[in-house]
């Protein structure tokens, strides 16, 4: 499998996508699309996966996915003060699912063929 420290790493890159395409695909007045907006989406995610992994201590896909997603959310929303919109949670969930779980789905199908 997969150092853990690259798992780390890649855990971290996939939130950093999932930021850089949510304000991409979003950006308005109130949300602009540069590094302060990038950084202001990613921070509450990263903070998920950085907890996830000292929970977890070991690549467990889909826990660490779902602890990120979670404290993600919740941290979005003290930030905001509000709840987070039941479309941005689907669309939250779908995309870093994709992103965080895809990699790992992409790993082992290339370390199969070796």
């Known amino acids: 499998m997969i150092k853990k420290s690259y798992a780390i790493a ?3 890159v996939a939130i950093a996508a999932f930021a850089l395409l ?3 695909a979003h950006q308005s007045e109130d949300m ?4 302060a907006g990038w950084f202001e989406t990613f ?3 990263a903070v ?3 907890l996830a992994w000292l929970i977890t201590r070991k690549d ?3 826990v660490i996915w779902l602890i990120t997603l979670v ?3 919740v941290i979005w929303g003290f930030y905001r003060d509000k709840l987070p919109h039941w479309s941005f949670v689907i669309v939250a969930s ?3 699912a994709l992103l965080m779980l895809g990699w790992r789905g992409v790993v082992r199908l290339a370390l199969k063929r070796t």
């Open 10 to 12: 890649a855990d971290f």
């Open 22 to 24: 949510a304000r991409a």
């Open 32 to 35: 602009k699309f540069n590094l």
């Open 43 to 45: 921070i509450p995610f």
């Open 48 to 50: 998920g996966v950085a």
């Open 60 to 62: 467990r896909g889909w």
């Open 71 to 73: 404290v993600g959310l």
């Open 94 to 96: 779908s995309m870093s």
